[in-house]
């Protein structure tokens, strides 16, 4: 019963994670007639970013409060960039080329962040980590 326990606790946030950007994918379709898949996109490098702001992956360590604020901001201006440059000019287009468009910035959004932080690409941030870890 303990382990039941454990599992379910662990596996609430996953899942709320998970309805949180199902909701935000419907909600999208609903109000603009879009499917939204750069949700997951915007999720993701939200994510990335708290998480390098916590653990000083580009600079400076910031608090949780401050690396929340900062974070919410970042989204909030990706989320505008996507607005502004896919789908007010396909304004009039058709339905599956705003949902390849929706895709692209998803794809787009996904290379930058495995370019950035892989563990073993050869950008400057995972020569950085490899040199951080390198010293200790």
Known sequence: MHNLLIFFLLGVGDGALISGVGL????SY??????????????MMSGYCFWSLKSGF?????????????????????AVVFELLV????????????LVA???????AMASVTRCCSATGSSTCSARRS?????T
């Not at 935000?24 to 909600?27: A, E, T, Y």
């Not at 600079?59 to 919410?72: F, S």
């Not at 789908?87 to 705003?98: D, H, I």
């Not at 929706?102 to 787009?108: E, K, N």
């Open 24 to 27: 935000g994918v419907v909600l």
């Open 30 to 43: 609903r109000g603009s007639g879009l499917i939204n898949l750069s949700v997951g996109a915007i999720a």
């Open 58 to 78: 580009f600079g400076p360590v910031l608090g949780t409060a401050a690396a929340l604020v900062v974070t919410y901001v970042f989204a909030a201006l990706l």
């Open 87 to 98: 789908v007010v000019p396909l304004r009039e287009a058709s339905p599956l080329a705003k």
């Open 102 to 108: 929706s895709l692209g910035f998803l794809i787009a």
């Open 131 to 135: 040199s951080s870890t390198a010293s």
